[in-house]
């Protein structure tokens, strides 16, 4: 069977389901004395439906063996009670610590009655065609976008369309829209600063593109760390990806005498550097500190742990579910921007006399 044949066997099973519950639905209301409107705002829970009839019409359905059509009364409420979740394509998207939060958000959806469905696309091209679909067939009610850019098309569409949505991320239209983020300006100016205390006063910073909001922030807070320190930071821009790692980091130490620390946008990148470091014989720890951000799962497992970055708050998915059911309830999203504190995990990665103890940025 194809996939078309798949979806028209389904639209003609939904058909074919739809008629029988409004056949049953005239049947109550012919028996009750009522009008089909009645009985299905009854069955809704309409709070303008009188409870007298409503607990009438729920007893005689009851009697009766009506099974409500959950699809049919979220048609006729408007609403899908569906939150999409678009995954993007392309490199940069650490998925361990995006699924972990999605299924948090996921959970905390559930307990309002709402579901959560992941997307999965090849880029932003193809996220908005996706958006306009979704939208067109009311199959979601409102939008999570992932992995942001500062022009970002998908929010510039949404809002164009007033549907609702939150970011994962900012963009430079931020303050127009519901969205959560954490504070990766002030991370890397703080690790910067750390890290001239420790001694370092070559320091390399390799950048995400900065078309990302993220890759922005982070460099941003990056040099300002360097302009309190009085020190000058190098800066090369790498895809948010190991390979870009790698390569950076080999044109870096090719281009002069090798910086003292590196600090890496993404735990990916990090990676990808730690490979050119060894090729270059200088170890990670011993001769070039080595930082980066995300915390994925391998990063501490990795020879030496690699010192790394996150939310000081870990109920990231808790906190998207409860922006959703706020944009649901109607609220102003200029009001719904949340921008969470990050944590610095210092580890072996940063060498010996680097403090060990994690702290709140």
């Known amino acids: 069977m194809t996939g078309q044949q798949g979806r028209r066997l389904g639209e003609t099973a939904g058909a074919h389901g739809a008629r029988i519950i409004m056949t049953q639905l005239k049947d109550l209301a012919r028996e009750l004395g009522l009008s089909v409107t009645t009985v299905s705002r009854a069955l809704d829970g309409y709070p303008e439906v009188a409870e007298a009839t409503r607990l009438r019409v729920t007893a005689a359905a009851h009697q009766a063996g009506y099974q409500p059509n959950p699809a049919a009364q979220r048609l006729r409420r408007g609403r899908s009670d569906t939150i999409a979740a678009l995954l993007p394509g392309g490199p940069g998207v650490e998925l361990t610590a995006l699924m972990e939060t999605l299924g948090a958000c996921a959970a905390a959806l559930a307990a309002e009655g709402l579901d ?147 600090l890496c946008a993404t735990d990916a990148i990090a990676i990808g550097a730690a490979r050119a470091l060894r090729e270059a014989g200088l170890a990670p720890g011993r001769d070039v500190a080595l930082w980066g951000h995300d915390n994925i799962p391998a990063a501490a497992f990795l020879d030496p742990p690699l010192a790394s970055m996150d939310f000081a708050d870990q109920d990231i998915g808790g906190h998207l579910a409860r922006l959703l ?23 072996a990665s940063l060498g010996r006399g680097f403090a060990t103890q994690e702290e709140p940025q």
């Open 325 to 347: 059911v706020a944009r649901l309830g109607g609220a102003d999203p200029a009001t719904l921007g949340t921008v969470l504190p990050l944590r610095h995990i210092p580890r």
């Open 116 to 262: 959560l469905i992941l997307v999965a696309t090849r880029d932003e091209q193809e996220e908005t065609r996706r958006l306009a679909r979704l939208v067109a067939r009311r199959e979601a009610d409102a939008f999570v976008i992932l992995r942001t850019r500062r022009r970002d098309a998908r929010v510039d569409w949404l809002l164009a369309k007033g549907v609702p949505f939150v970011t994962h991320g900012r963009t430079d239209r931020a303050t127009e829209h519901a969205h959560l983020d954490g504070d990766g300006f002030a991370a890397f100016r703080d690790a910067v600063r750390r890290l001239h205390r420790d001694g370092h006063a070559r320091i390399a910073h390799i950048a995400a593109p900065a078309a990302f909001a993220f890759g922005h922030l982070r460099q941003s807070g990056a040099q300002a760390g360097a302009e309190e320190a009085g020190i000058a930071l190098t800066v090369a821009a790498a895809a948010p990806e190991a390979a870009g790692g790698l390569a950076a980091a080999r044109a870096l130490l090719a281009a002069g005498p090798p910086p003292t620390a590196m």
